[in-house]
C-alpha cells in the first residue's frame, strides 16, 4: 500500500508520463466496470465489422459524391480509452465532405476484438487496423491519429511507410517522456503509476462526474452540445476496455522510446497539429517531434487545448489536402 500511495504522490507531480491517456472518451478511469450488455444496448455498433486475420475491427465510413469520391482518403484513429464517435460527432462528417473517410475503434475498445498479446505495442495496433483498411480496399491513405492514436499513426509509419501516403498526428503522443518516465518504466513500476493514474481519475468523476470531466478534457475549450450523450462513455467503461486501456499506458512510453529513432528514417510527409494550451505538452510532443522528421510541418493552435480535432476541423482538412497535394507534385 506504501508503495502505491507513493506512486500516487509521484504521478500528481508528473502527469506527463501518461499523456494520452488524457483523451476525451478516457472515461474508462472514471468509474467501476460497466456491464457489457448494457452498454452495447445504449450505444450498438454504428459502423461495419470488419475481418483483420483473426481479429475484427469497427469501422464507420463515408464519401462525398462525385470527384471528390476519388481523393486520397483519410483514416481516423482515436486516443485513449475512446472509440470512433469521438471523430464521428463531427470531425469525420466534416472531412467527409470533401474526400472518403474512414473512422475505426482502435483493437479492445468500442466493438474492435483485440488479441491477448501484443496488442498494448502501437505498431500492432496499426497493422490490425491497415489489415482492416487494406480489405476494405483502401489503398495509401492519409492516417490521422489523436492522443494515443497519433502513436499508432507513427507506428504504422515506422512498420510499412509504403502503405500510407502521410500522417496527421493530432495532439500527439509520439516523443518518449524523459526522466523519470524512462526511469519508472525500467524498474517496472509503470503499473503502478497506470493505478494511481486510474484512482486520480477516479476522484474527478466522484466530484463532479463525466460531464464535469470532460470539461477538463476540453479545457481551455467548452464540451461541444451534445457530446456527453452521443460519445459513448459507457462503451469505455467495460472491464475488457479497462484492462486494454491500461495496458496500452503502461507499455506506451517504452514503446516509443523504440519507435522514435526510426522517425528520422521516413521520407513521408507529416503534418503536426497541436494546442498551445494542451495539457500534453506541445514542446515535448508536437515541437519534438517536429524536430526529428524529414518532411514535416508544424502547427500550433493558440489557446487550444487538447481536444484540437473538435476546435480546427478546417485546419486537418488542410493538412491533408497538404499531404495530397505532394503527391500530385
Known amino acids: 500500500m506504501e508503495r502505491r500511495m507513493q506512486a500516487r ?3 500528481l507531480n508528473r502527469r506527463g508520463l501518461l499523456a494520452g491517456a488524457g483523451s476525451a472518451a478516457i472515461l474508462a478511469g472514471c468509474a467501476a466496470p460497466f456491464p457489457d450488455d448494457r452498454a452495447e444496448e445504449l450505444y450498438p455498433p454504428i459502423g461495419e465489422l470488419i475481418p483483420a486475420g483473426d481479429e475484427i475491427v469497427h469501422v464507420w465510413r463515408a464519401s462525398p459524391e462525385g470527384a471528390g469520391a476519388e481523393r486520397t482518403p483519410v483514416v481516423l484513429i482515436h486516443g485513449a480509452s475512446g472509440n470512433l464517435r469521438d ?8 472531412l467527409a465532405a470533401e474526400r472518403p473517410v474512414i473512422a475505426v475503434d482502435r483493437p479492445g475498445f468500442g466493438y474492435s476484438t483485440r488479441p491477448a498479446t ?37 507506428g504504422w509509419a515506422v512498420t510499412a511507410p509504403e502503405t500510407l501516403s502521410g500522417v496527421v498526428a493530432v495532439s500527439g503522443v509520439t516523443m518518449p517522456y524523459r526522466g523519470a518516465g524512462r526511469f519508472l518504466s525500467a524498474i517496472g513500476l509503470a503499473s503502478l503509476i497506470t493505478w494511481a493514474y486510474t484512482e486520480y481519475l477516479k476522484s474527478i468523476a466522484d466530484e463532479g462526474g463525466v460531464e464535469s470531466f470532460l470539461s477538463r478534457v476540453f479545457r481551455p475549450q467548452r464540451v461541444p452540445d ?5 460519445v459513448g462513455a459507457p462503451l ?4 475488457g476496455t479497462l484492462r486494454a486501456n491500461g ?8 514503446v516509443l522510446i523504440e519507435m522514435s529513432p526510426e522517425y528520422g528514417k521516413l521520407d513521408l510527409p507529416v503534418e503536426i497539429v497541436h494546442g498551445e494550451a494542451d495539457f500534453i505538452d506541445a514542446a515535448k510532443q508536437g515541437v519534438a517531434l517536429d524536430a526529428v522528421l524529414q518532411r514535416s510541418r508544424l502547427t500550433l ?5 487538447h481536444m484540437a480535432h473538435h476546435v480546427a476541423p478546417a485546419v486537418l482538412a488542410a493538412a491533408c489536402s497538404r499531404i495530397e497535394g505532394t503527391l500530385e507534385s
Not at 236 to 239: H, K, M, N, P
Open 301 to 305: 493552435l493558440p489557446k487550444v487545448g
Open 247 to 254: 495496458k496500452d499506458l503502461e507499455r506506451v512510453n517504452s
Open 118 to 154: 501484443g496488442a498494448e505495442d502501437p505498431r500492432e495496433q496499426a497493422r490490425i487496423i491497415r489489415s482492416a483498411t487494406e480489405g476494405l480496399g483502401i489503398e495509401r491513405p492519409i492516417v490521422l491519429g489523436h492522443s494515443y492514436g497519433a502513436a499508432v499513426a507513427m
Open 9 to 11: 504522490a509521484m504521478l
Open 226 to 230: 451534445g457530446y456527453a450523450e452521443y
Open 236 to 239: 469505455s467503461l467495460r472491464d
Open 87 to 94: 471523430f464521428t460527432f463531427a470531425l469525420a462528417p466534416f
